[in-house]
């Protein structure tokens, strides 16, 4: 399988006041295109600057990253934003989601900025409410869903620009046991029948259990990299 992310002795420090604090001391890891990968670490560990690297929204002191071959971590900020549109998905902890906004309207925004016409927008939009199975609740605003359904919504419109790459930042940190078992079997699923790459972010072992593979950061460094068998 091709990679589709790549990084090379990644190094993050922040400077506060006159004390330099290293939040990634020299990463190295590939990832292939269409896996599925649950990054962890406690607070600290590195694991959230790695994922900002990754998505285009923070950029290494030392170090290359690799997005399809490309190297994007040097790229200028309107480079940046055109990727993110472009090639990277966002699932969050919060949802985001537009209050006053119905379901479709919310995932046919993203859409917008790439100059689709009304028709496409909403016909693409409705393809991936399908896909993640509200193709009922099209026409909910967020306070008429459930929060299972709600980050169905936010997927469907990381998914709306078809990205090479989701990422997905503790995103079953609102919901309950049952309706993160399903947001993650909608993960497995869309990885499985769409060949998506899914890097998540997380701190409980049962949701990054889902994942084929499962990477340990600690103290900005990778401790442990394991696939399951």
């Not at 990679?3 to 990634?24: C, N, S, W």
């Not at 990885?191 to 072992?205: A, D, F, G, M, P």
């Amino acid at each position: 399988m091709s990679e589709i992310i790549r990084v090379e002795d990644l190094h993050k420090t922040y400077r506060m006041g006159d004390v330099e604090v290293p939040a990634l001391r020299g990463v190295e890891l590939a990832v292939a295109r269409g896996e599925f990968v649950a990054v962890m670490g406690s607070s600290g560990s590195g694991k959230s600057t790695f994922m900002n690297i990754l998505g285009c929204l923070d950029r290494p002191t030392r170090g290359r990253y690799f997005l399809e071959g490309e190297e994007v971590g040097s790229l200028s900020r309107d480079e940046w934003a055109h990727i993110r549109n472009q090639r990277i998905g966002f699932v969050f902890q919060g949802f985001n989601l537009l209050a006053r906004t119905s379901a479709v309207e919310n995932v046919e925004l993203p859409m917008m900025y790439n100059g689709f016409a009304g028709k496409q927008r909403h016909a693409r939009a409705l393809e991936v409410l399908s896909l993640v199975g509200l193709e009922q609740r099209v026409d909910h605003l967020p306070n008429q869903l459930s929060g299972g359904q709600q980050q169905r919504v936010a997927i469907a419109r990381a998914l709306v620009n078809q990205p090479s790459l989701i990422l997905a930042d503790e995103p079953t940190g609102n919901l309950d046991s049952a309706t993160s078992g399903e947001i993650m079997a909608l993960f497995q699923r869309l990885k499985r029948e769409q060949n998506i790459t899914v890097v998540l972010v997380t701190h409980e072992s049962d949701i990054a259990a889902y994942a084929e593979r499962q990477i340990l950061f600690r103290d900005g460094l990778v401790i442990a990299d394991q696939k399951k068998a």
